[in-house]
């Protein structure tokens, strides 16, 4: 556990604050179950919305739509929508907002 978290990238301090801040700063995204998902991503996407499949769900980017909007996109389209809540945002998320890479677990 800890309160407070700095970011370094190729040697680089980025930032450093608590870690109330940097997980405030993660861009926000939306879980969305849905009857569809294939069909989903695409109405999202022609939507302008930033998502991505993550097996039966997808996630969306709240970046460029909000939440009641992602859902009319979809029940629009005739999709059946079960599930909309906020993704848990994490440390790796900001690192990847940050940098533009990902963490590389492989070694």
Do not use: W, Y
Not at 24 to 43: F, H, M, N, Q, T
Not at 50 to 77: F, M, T, W, Y
């Amino acid at each position: 556990m800890c309160t407070h978290v700095g970011v370094m990238h190729k040697g680089k301090l980025l930032a450093q604050g608590t870690m109330e801040d940097f997980l405030a700063s993660a861009s926000p995204k939306l879980r969305v179950g849905c009857d569809d998902p294939e069909r989903a991503l695409e109405v999202l996407r022609a939507a302008g919305a930033q998502s991505e499949s993550k097996g039966e769900e997808l996630v969306v980017s709240l970046e460029d739509i909000q939440p009641e909007q992602v859902c009319r996109h979809l029940v629009n389209a005739g999709i059946g929508v079960r599930l909309l809540v906020p993704e848990q945002r994490s440390l790796e998320d900001v690192f990847v907002g940050m940098t533009g890479e990902g963490f590389d677990v492989a070694g």
